[in-house]
C-alpha cells in the first residue's frame, strides 16, 4: 500500500474513530448515560483500585510474550502504521505533525466522560448472565472478550492477553452475584472494575501525550 493511501485509510480510520466517541458522549450527557456514568464513578472504591496496578503489569507481560510469536504481533492498525489502540490515535501518519498529539488529547477528551457506559456495555455483553453459565461457556466468553479487541485493530497477541482482564472482570461479577443475586449489582460492579483499569490506562497516556506536546 502507498504512502497517501496508507494515510488516506489512516485518517477515515481515525474519522470513524472520532464519529464513536462522539456518539459515546452524547449518550453520557443524556439522563439515563448520566445516571449510570454516574452511578459506576461514585461506586469506584479501593476494592477496585489496588488491583489495577498488577492486573495491567501482568496483561503487558503476557502480551509482550505472545507477540513475540509469529503471527500475533499482526493488527490491522499496526498494518496501517499505527500502535497500540486506534482510539488513542498514535500512528507514523501523524509522526512530526501537530496531530500527532492534538488528536489524542481531543480522543481521551471525548473518552473519559463516556468510559463509564463503554465499560458498561462490555461487561452486559460478556459477563451478563454468567451466573448460569458453564465453565465451559465462561472460558470460551473470556477469550471472546480478548479477541474482540482484535476487531478493533490492535495485535492478536495483545487481544488474547486483555482475555486476562476478561477473567479478572468475570470474576468480579460472580463474587458480586454470590452476595447479591443481583445481576444489575454485578454488572455496576463489573462494569466498575472495568472503568477503573481502563481509567488508569487513559490517566497515563493523556499524562504521556501531554508531556509530548509539552516537550
Not at 456514568?37 to 492486573?55: D, E, M
Not at 489524542?104 to 451478563?128: D, I, Q, S, T
Amino acid at each position: 500500500m502507498n504512502d497517501q493511501l496508507t494515510n488516506a485509510v489512516t485518517f477515515l480510520v481515525l474519522g470513524f474513530v472520532g464519529f464513536r466517541l462522539i456518539g459515546g458522549l452524547r449518550t453520557a450527557r443524556t439522563g439515563p448515560g448520566r445516571t449510570l456514568a454516574t452511578r459506576i464513578w461514585r461506586n469506584i472504591g479501593w476494592r477496585h483500585i489496588w488491583p489495577v496496578p498488577l492486573l495491567l503489569t501482568t496483561v503487558i507481560a503476557v502480551a509482550t510474550g505472545l507477540i513475540a510469536i509469529p503471527g500475533l504481533s499482526w493488527g490491522w492498525w499496526s498494518a496501517l502504521g499505527g500502535e497500540g489502540n486506534p482510539v488513542f490515535a498514535s500512528s507514523e501518519s501523524t509522526i512530526g505533525t501537530v496531530w500527532e498529539w492534538l488528536i489524542p488529547l481531543v480522543f481521551m477528551a471525548l473518552l473519559v466522560p463516556a468510559l463509564p457506559l463503554f465499560a458498561y456495555a462490555e461487561e452486559r455483553m460478556f459477563r451478563g448472565g454468567a451466573e448460569h453459565w458453564s465453565l465451559g461457556r465462561r472460558a470460551a466468553k473470556t477469550i471472546q472478550f480478548g479477541l474482540i479487541h482484535a476487531l478493533i485493530g490492535i495485535p492478536i497477541g495483545a487481544a488474547l492477553a486483555l482475555s486476562i482482564g476478561g477473567a479478572y472482570f468475570m470474576r468480579v461479577y460472580l463474587r458480586r452475584f454470590a452476595v447479591t443475586a443481583s445481576r444489575d449489582e454485578s454488572l455496576i460492579e463489573s462494569a466498575t472494575a472495568h472503568a477503573a483499569y481502563n481509567g488508569l490506562i487513559v490517566t497515563m497516556l493523556i499524562i504521556t501525550f501531554a508531556l509530548d506536546a509539552i516537550l
